[in-house]
């Protein structure tokens, strides 16, 4: 049997792009997607911090570097330059694979430059 666990995430990204007419899907600096373990044309998961928004859509390539994170295409109406989001994948895997299985976490700071990286969360505590 297999089970959909996180793969990746980029954690706090900031919408540098809202393009409504362009190709839909999300554009994300290519160094970004390298760190995250993330490919071009992959699924991804969109959560708006700023709005509540949940949506998804795929991944395109933006120049490495740049710091880019645009939502292009209908997503563009979900989103507003300056938003706070997280882009999540999601793999499908079996327990033997699960047993070695680490999340790419990448947290990111408001201008889209890496303030760190993990493959666990701590655990939550009673607050």
Partial sequence: ???????????????????????????????????????????????????????????ICAEAGSGTISINGAAARLCQVGDRIIIATYGHFTEQQLAEHQPKLVYLNQDNSVERTANTIPVQLVG
Avoid: P
Avoid at 38 to 52: A, K, L, P
């Fill in 1 to 59: 049997m297999l089970s959909t666990f996180l793969k990746a995430k980029l954690h706090m990204g900031s919408v540098t792009q809202a393009e409504l007419w362009y190709d839909g899907s999300c554009a994300i600096d290519s160094d970004l997607l390298k760190l995250a373990g993330m490919r071009e044309f992959e699924q991804i998961d969109i959560y708006n911090v700023s709005n509540g928004e949940r949506f998804s859509t795929y991944i």
